[in-house]
Nanobody, 127 residues
């Protein structure tokens, strides 16, 4: 059973930064893509960023391109999301997800490709 544990959320003013972390259990972490998703109240969970198994390929939602950076450390079974220039519309619960298929190339961020989720970490950006 894969477990994902997110941390690093909090309250920040607009223009500020946060760094989220997600630690995964299991021995196949280095073989799967990882993603960050977020869900605002009353809205669907949306893909924010994804990174392939090696870390050499990343994808971002248009709304965060240029402000967020996803990275991973396979030796630590950890994926990160550096969020800069935060906006109030970035507010939501952020979840990390684990791809259900090993060595999949990521062309776009598809929620259905991810089948394991953490408990989420709240990010609140005040104006």
């Amino acid at each position: 059973q894969v477990q994902l544990v997110e941390s690093g959320g909090g309250l920040v003013q607009a223009g500020g930064s946060l760094r989220l972390s997600c630690v995964a259990s299991g021995r196949t972490f280095s073989a799967v893509a990882m993603g960050w998703f977020r869900q605002a109240p009353g809205k669907e969970r949306e893909g924010v960023a994804a990174i392939n198994w090696s870390g050499r390929s990343t994808r971002y939602a248009d709304s965060v391109q240029g402000r967020f950076t996803i990275s991973r450390d396979n030796a630590k079974n950890t994926v990160y999301l550096q969020m800069n220039s935060l906006k109030p519309e970035d507010t939501g619960v952020y979840y990390c997800g684990r791809d259900s298929q090993m060595y999949r190339a990521i062309a776009t961020i598809v929620r259905g490709d991810f089948d394991s989720w953490g408990q989420g970490t709240q990010v609140t950006v005040s104006s």
